[in-house]
């Protein structure tokens, strides 16, 4: 059973950063893409930010490029999130995933939420202006 935990949330002011990050266990960390998602109160989770399973490769959505950096470290099976220039928007519950696919080649990495099949639980990120 693959188990993913986020942990790195808080509450921070505009123009503030934080660094999530999300230790993953149950199976070959290196060999899947991993993203990250987040959904706002009243919103439907949306995709942020991904990086494939090497992490030569990273993808963002259009809001937090520029500000956002994913990156990933296979030896300690762990996939951060580091957010900068955070503004109010960017307030949400942010969720890591695992791809389903093993080795997916980066240039067929999507952001559609059926292309990962284990998420963690969610940190929560609040962004006061």
């Known amino acids: 059973q693959v188990q993913l935990v986020e942990s790195g949330g808080g509450s921070v002011q505009a123009g503030g950063s934080l660094r999530l990050s999300c230790a993953a266990s149950g199976r070959t960390f290196s060999s899947y893409s991993m993203g990250w998602f987040r959904q706002a109160p009243g919103k439907e989770r949306e995709f942020v930010a991904a990086i494939s399973w090497s992490g030569d490769s990273t993808f963002y959505t259009d809001s937090v490029k520029g500000r956002f950096t994913i990156s990933r470290d296979n030896v300690k099976g762990t996939v951060y999130l580091q957010m900068n220039s955070l503004k109010p928007e960017d307030t949400a519950v942010y969720y890591c995933?695992?791809?389903?696919?093993?080795?997916?080649?980066?240039?067929?990495?999507?952001?559609?939420?059926?292309?990962?099949?284990?998420w963690g639980q969610g940190t929560q990120v609040t962004v006061s202006s």
């Open positions: 995933a695992a791809d389903r696919q093993k080795y997916r080649a980066p240039s067929t990495i999507r952001s559609r939420q059926n292309e990962y099949d284990y």
